[in-house]
């Protein structure tokens, strides 16, 4: 009886072991989870800006259902922009990444900064939009680039375009001209980096009184370039990512 | 003949005595003659011919006389009548004649000075009372003493803008010197507007024995009135910027709410009421507004009439501002890329008055640089006194005391002590003892000590809300209203900061203005923001990190944020000295009044410059100019002065211009010229002075006006004083005709012998 006993607990403690060495499952796309387990390191951080500290935060915004990609795509990709960053310029750039939701417009107003991307086309909330405008109207800066579904499409491009004239319907985006700071604050470049997608201009919406730039879009695809696909032109990636940091510093001296 | 000759006829020489109006001593009159003969005898013996004869004694005896004569002539013959007079005791009446005296406070419906001459004549017949004892003389009193006549006083209408009783009083008493004065009677409120004390005055009338009365007119107590003490404007502001005034208060038998409005032209700029402690009749009040219009500016206070209030005139005042529209510049030194670089500088970026100069560090040796930044800049911090002088302030934003050298850091210090510019230092995580600034020349500028102890060892970056000090509250940085309560409530309602420096040790001549609301480890509450007056310059630290917050995490219309910069920068900025700077000692001066325009003048290092030529040009509105050369006033370094005086109302311009080493330098300020009343300062009848007098002079008072009181004590005290005068009366005889004939004629006399003897 005692063996039988025995020999139960030792299956249960087994199979409970077996049971705790299953891999989990992985996060669901689109979630703020999978955004951080695909990152190296970190977590959500409400209550870690530092001073001088610079975060490259992610929007999470709502996208369509159908679209492959969502906001969470490739953080990898902003993780390397974020070493490019601490490594070319002495921005004191923290490494964690950071979740904003645009949802949450006093969560959002933490960070002065947003990175937006995903491959579809995505249509705001009437709150987000709402959110988008005031945020944008303290003051806050919003970089989204295209992640190019099936490597052709500019379906977030368009969308992000035609949003914000949601979001500012008298002060439409409009091309960024080549002979803009934003090319040469940094590194010297004469047109916007283009590793796949459709080529259209990039589109950014200007400050009406003082011409500052306020938020930008680009269609081809930035993001994979600051990941470093092997289908990519390397030079290319370099220079997205050369754009990244010319991105960062505009926003911090404008 | 005789007549014609001598002037006066025979007999005046008969009855009269010769003398002289210069009255020499006899001696010394003889000393004289002996000289002059001595002296012509001698120059005739230097004669190449020298006279033979009875020449020889003639000639010179002829000159002694010509020349005695001409001395007498110029001694001022004259003739002397002594003669004596009865001389009856004199009463003299001096009636206030100024502006006060208008007031009509009486039940009569009368003013004071109606009530006064009634007095004197048709009810109180106090002129025709004291005629019975003596001479009546009539006086006003004002601004000075005069005589006048009956039918004058009948006439006049009070209108002198002084009640310098003390000096009336004074001049009266000269006026009737040797005279034997029984009484002075004055008809006054007893208002004295110099500050000198009429009581001495009357001790003195007293002394020889005469009277001093005081018959008051006017409410001692009661008659409502608000009077505007006194005006505090800034002299000069910067177009768009919030100007405040602070107005000083006070009411008599007033119980309603005062308030106090601001004016320009016709427009109601701001209007506020004057809040008095329990029981007290003085109070300040301040009044902000938004300088808009530019130019010398014309503000007018007033307080609205209580119910009641018969005193108008002191009810407002003019204050002249200087509204400029410049833009100084102010350079922003920050150590990497931030959120908080930015925010600074789109705050200011339309700022109409501060451009804000940045010099952004990339890398080593790498800023990044603005298309309107001078070249210079692209090099790093500026090494000359003369290059760093263009601004106004520095602020050095989260950058370590290694980025300057000593020579850079030894410039900040001249920069804020001797050129009088503003620092400030932010919080971050290379400011303060992080970056290093606890052993430098800074250190010793900074309203906060980094000495061990008074630091906290680590940055904090958690989040905390911003605790506004009630000095904080008052202060312009950060005045988001003009009550120091609202603006309290209003700064508790801004988002909490993030990140700050732990320092614990205001310096103590510092201000803390906010301070972190939880104590640190030894009890103490950290100082976030705190400023100080350092040598001619002013410094201060924000010792908070990320104030951007202020501007994000409130509705986008909110501009707190923007505010507080603009509000620093200005203070900052505000101490800063010109090259040339140029003042008046007054903005508003009344006529005749000495006004003092003083000149600083600093060379190109900044430091005062004592040999400059400094020229003021004053033009009046009619396009008048004089020109008053300002001179170093030695007791101060740089410093120059000169004064000048309006004379008539209206705006008057100044321009300065400075020779420095080879540079002209210029400079404007301007001022407004008045017509002045100190009268209505204060109205009530001044009892006390009256009765005091009265006491000193052996006389009596009667503060209702009434004369039975004084008539009374001249009825029992006055004798029909009345004395014996030796009167010596004068006749000049210097221009008789005589005179001029003999000393002609001895000249003739002279030429002729001199021209016999072959000499001429």
């Not at chain 1, 995505?122 to 919003?142: A, T």
């Not at chain 2, 090494?383 to 020579?407: C, H, M, P, Q």
């Not at chain 2, 430091?607 to 101060?636: H, M, Q, S, T, Y």
Request: charged fraction near 25%; charge should be neutral; proline fraction near 5%.
């Amino acid at each position: 009886m005692k063996t039988l006993a025995s020999g139960c607990a030792l299956l249960l403690a087994l199979a409970s072991l077996a049971a705790a060495e299953q891999p989990k499952p992985a996060p669901e796309k689109g979630t703020v989870e999978n955004y951080v387990q695909l990152s190296k390191t970190g977590t959500r951080g409400e209550d870690r800006v530092n001073t001088g500290q610079f975060y490259f935060p992610r929007l999470q915004f709502k996208c369509r259902e159908d679209v492959p990609d969502k906001w969470d795509i490739h953080p990898v990709g902003d993780q390397k922009l974020r070493e490019s960053i601490k490594r070319l310029t002495n921005i004191n750039i923290l490494a964690e990444p950071v979740v904003v939701n645009l949802d949450k417009l006093e969560e959002m107003c933490e960070y002065p900064y947003v990175f937006m991307t995903s491959e579809g086309d995505f249509v705001l909330p009437e709150k987000h939009v709402e959110n988008m405008r005031e945020y944008i109207s303290r003051g806050g800066f919003v970089f989204g680039d295209d992640c190019v579904l099936h490597q052709v499409g500019d379906n977030f491009y368009r969308a992000f375009v035609r949003e914000m004239k949601r979001v500012f319907p008298d002060n439409p985006m409009r091309p960024i001209p080549e002979d803009h700071e934003l090319y040469k604050i940094f590194f010297k470049h004469n047109h916007m980096p283009f590793l796949q997608g459709k080529k259209n201009p990039p589109m950014g919406l200007f400050d009406k009184k003082t011409g500052r730039l306020m938020a930008l879009v680009t269609s081809g695809d930035l993001h994979c370039g600051w990941v470093g696909f092997g289908n990519l032109n390397k030079d290319e990636c370099k220079r997205a990512i050369e754009m990244g940091v010319n991105i960062v510093i505009y926003c911090l001296t404008h | 003949m005789f007549q014609w000759l001598f002037k006066y006829p025979l007999q005046s020489y008969r009855e009269g005595d010769l003398g002289l109006t210069w009255n020499l001593r006899p001696e010394l009159l003889l000393l004289a003659l002996a000289l002059a003969a001595f002296g012509a005898w001698w120059l005739y013996r230097r004669e190449a011919r020298a006279p033979q004869g009875w020449r020889r004694w003639a000639l010179p005896a002829l000159r002694v006389a010509g020349t005695a004569l001409v001395a007498l002539a110029l001694l001022g013959p004259v003739l002397r009548f002594s003669k004596r007079d009865e001389q009856k005791a004199i009463f003299a009446v001096a009636v206030d004649a100024s502006t006060s005296m208008n007031v009509k406070d009486g039940a009569s419906g009368k003013t004071r000075f109606e009530r006064a001459r009634a007095a004197l004549g048709s009810e109180g017949k106090l002129a025709e009372a004291l005629a019975e004892f003596g001479e009546v003389r009539f006086f006003t009193v004002g601004s000075q003493c005069r005589p006048v006549t009956p039918e004058q006083m009948a006439a006049l209408q009070p209108a002198d803008d002084q009640s310098a009783l003390a000096q009336g009083l004074k001049e009266l008493s000269q006026m009737l010197r040797g005279l034997p004065v029984e009484g002075v009677v004055l008809l006054t409120d007893g208002i004295e507007t110099t500050g000198a004390d009429p009581a001495g005055l009357a001790r003195l009338v007293a002394s020889r024995g005469g009277h001093v009365h005081c018959i008051g007119f006017g409410e001692a107590k009661g008659l409502p009135d608000l009077q505007i003490v006194d005006v505090r404007a800034p002299r000069s502001a910067e177009r768009g910027s919030l100007v405040t005034m602070n107005v000083q208060v006070r009411r008599s038998n007033i119980q309603e709410p005062v308030r106090v409005r601001l004016y320009q032209d016709t427009e109601l700029l701001k209007e506020e009421e004057v809040l008095f402690e329990p029981g007290a009749n003085l109070a300040d009040a301040r009044i902000s507004f938004v300088a808009e219009a530019e130019g010398a500016v014309k503000y007018k206070v007033e307080l609205p009439a209580a119910r009641d209030e018969q005193i108008l005139d002191n009810n407002e005042r003019i204050v002249q501002v200087d509204v400029k529209e410049t833009r100084v510049e102010v350079l922003l030194v920050e150590g990497s890329p931030r959120h908080e670089y930015a925010f600074i500088r789109r705050a200011m970026a339309d700022n109409k008055h501060f451009k804000v100069v940045t010099l952004l560090r990339l890398g080593k040796g790498n800023y990044y640089k603005r298309a309107d930044d001078d070249s210079f800049l692209s090099e790093g911090f500026p090494d000359t006194a003369e290059r760093l002088g263009r601004f106004k302030a520095v602020i050095l934003s989260d950058i370590e005391a290694g980025y300057f050298t000593s020579e850079q850091l030894r410039l900040i210090v001249d920069f804020v002590k001797v050129r009088g510019g503003g620092l400030l230092m932010l919080g971050g995580v290379n400011a303060f003892n992080l970056g290093g600034y606890q052993n430098t020349p800074l250190a010793d500028l900074l309203p906060v000590s980094l000495a061990p102890g008074g630091v906290g060892e680590a940055f904090d970056d958690s989040k905390f809300q911003m605790q506004v000090t009630r000095e904080g509250a008052e202060d312009e940085i950060l005045r988001l209203s003009g009550n120091s309560d609202e603006n309290i409530a209003q700064w508790n309602l801004m988002p909490p900061l993030k990140g700050y420096n732990p320092l614990y040790a205001a310096k103590p001549g510092a201000a803390v203005l906010a301070r972190h609301p939880q104590p640190g480890p030894d009890g103490r509450q950290a100082v976030l923001l705190a400023v100080q007056e350092v040598g001619a310059g002013r410094t201060g630290v924000f010792a908070a990190a990320n104030s951007w917050r202020w501007q994000m995490l409130r509705p986008a219309n909110d501009d707190t944020f923007r505010r507080f910069w603009s509000q620093t920068i200005r203070w900052l900025a505000a101490g800063s000295k010109e090259m040339l700077s140029v003042g008046t000692d007054t903005r508003v001066a009344g006529v005749g009044q000495n006004v003092t325009i003083t000149a600083t003048v600093l060379d190109r290092r900044h430091r005062p410059c004592n040999e400059a030529k400094v020229l003021a040009r004053v033009k009046d509105g009619f396009g008048n100019v004089d020109e008053v050369r300002l001179a170093w006033i030695l007791r101060e370094e740089g410093v120059y002065q000169a004064t000048f005086r309006p004379t008539h109302a209206g705006d008057y311009s100044i321009g300065v211009e400075a020779q420095v080493e080879s540079n002209t330098l210029e400079a404007l300020t301007s001022l407004a010229a008045i017509e002045t009343s100190p009268e209505l300062n204060r109205i009530d009848m001044d009892a006390a002075l009256l009765t005091r007098i009265a006491n000193e002079g052996k006389g009596v008072a009667d503060l209702e006006g009434k004369t039975d009181a004084v008539i009374a004590f001249v009825r029992e005290h006055a004798v029909k004083r009345s004395r014996m005068l030796d009167l010596v009366e004068e006749k000049e005889l210097r221009d008789a005709p005589i005179l001029l004939l003999l000393i002609c004629g001895i000249w003739f006399a002279e030429w002729i012998v001199r021209r016999r003897s072959g000499m001429a």
